[in-house]
Every structure is written in structure tokens, then in C-alpha cells.
């Protein structure tokens, strides 16, 4: 009896193990089609410290840079709010080497590789009431592998503006936005066919 329990028994458990797999790899969506990873995100927005003292004589600098660390162009748009989170779309200044390249609020393409900047001076270019304290990068097609980071300055004291703790992140066009010129066109079409 024992003999038969080692020779029934055994070989049962051995097989049962080799079918343990993690319950990840076991499941399958419905119609056979593997999960898809979550999609990327289409806009990532950051804090800036401008509460802090402001006048003429007590200026408050604001400087950014926005790099594209991917191997094709970036098609993307920085968007940049004030206190009462209207948009600030005032183009930048140039100065001593500190450039703009980019202007808030408008599409921007940048090589593989590229940095875009923005500066601007609140204070003595723009008024104190016109500071930004909220901004957003969003790309406007396909996909883009970026890094940002900037800095504010008033009086010497410069604070850091941190994007993602200084991490590359990715953004992607949201699927249905990316199909919607295509499910526009069969209208446009439609439309043009009953007016004749």
C-alpha cells in the first residue's frame, strides 16, 4: 500500500508544480487578446514657488528649459498659468546670454536632442501681479520623451523648479484624439455631398 501511495501520489504533486505560474502570466483578456500597458500620459504639469516678494526694486526672475531626450521631433506646447489660473502667454525676454526660445501657450517642435528655453522678469518686464504659478507641457501629436527643469530668482535667492524630480517622463496623444481627424473626415465629406 505504501509503494502504491509513493507511486500514485508523487507523481501527482510533480506535475501539479510544473503547472504553478504566476497569476499575472496565466490571465488572459477576453477574445484571447493580450492586456495593453496603461497609456502614456498626454500632459504633465509642475509647480512654481513665485510666492515670494515682488516690485521694481525686488524682481523675480522666472527661467526654463525643456529638452527632448528621444531620438525623433517633439511636438509639444508649454503652458504656463497665473494666480487666478488664467493663461500667460506673454512671449519671453533674451538678455546676457539667458535666452526664449519657446513662448508659452504655442506649439513647438524640437529636434531630436534640442532644448527648448524660456525666461521672462517679473518686476521690471511684466508686472508682479502677472507671475505664473502653475505650468504644463502637452504634447500636441504622437509621442515625446522629455526632460524639464527651471529655476525662479528674487534676490539672489533662487529656488529650484523641479519637473518629474528631474526624470525623463514620456506624453503621448490620447488615442481617441490621435483617431479624431480621421473619424472627421467622413463628415466633412458628407457634408459637402448634401450641399450638392
Known sequence: MRNLLKQAILPAIALSMMFIVPAG?????????????????SEMAFQIPANNYCSTEDSHDFSFQLSNAGNTAADITMH???????????????????????A???????????????HINFGNHKTCAERVYLGSITVNSGQA?????????????????????????????????????????????????AKQ
Open 25 to 41: 502570466a496565466a490571465v488572459e483578456s477576453p477574445g484571447g487578446i493580450a492586456p495593453q500597458p496603461p497609456a502614456l500620459p
Open 80 to 102: 504656463l498659468y497665473m494666480q487666478d489660473g488664467t493663461e500667460f502667454t506673454s512671449e519671453g525676454s533674451s538678455y546676457r546670454d539667458i535666452g526664449s526660445t519657446i
Open 104 to 118: 508659452p501657450g504655442q506649439p513647438t517642435v524640437l529636434k531630436p536632442h534640442a532644448t527648448g528655453v524660456y
Open 145 to 193: 520623451s522629455l526632460l524639464a527643469q527651471g529655476w525662479v530668482n528674487t534676490n539672489g535667492r533662487v529656488e529650484t523648479i523641479g519637473v518629474n524630480d528631474s526624470r525623463k517622463f514620456e506624453l503621448a496623444v490620447p488615442q481617441a484624439k490621435a483617431d479624431a481627424p480621421a473619424a472627421e473626415a467622413p463628415a466633412a465629406s458628407e457634408a459637402s455631398e
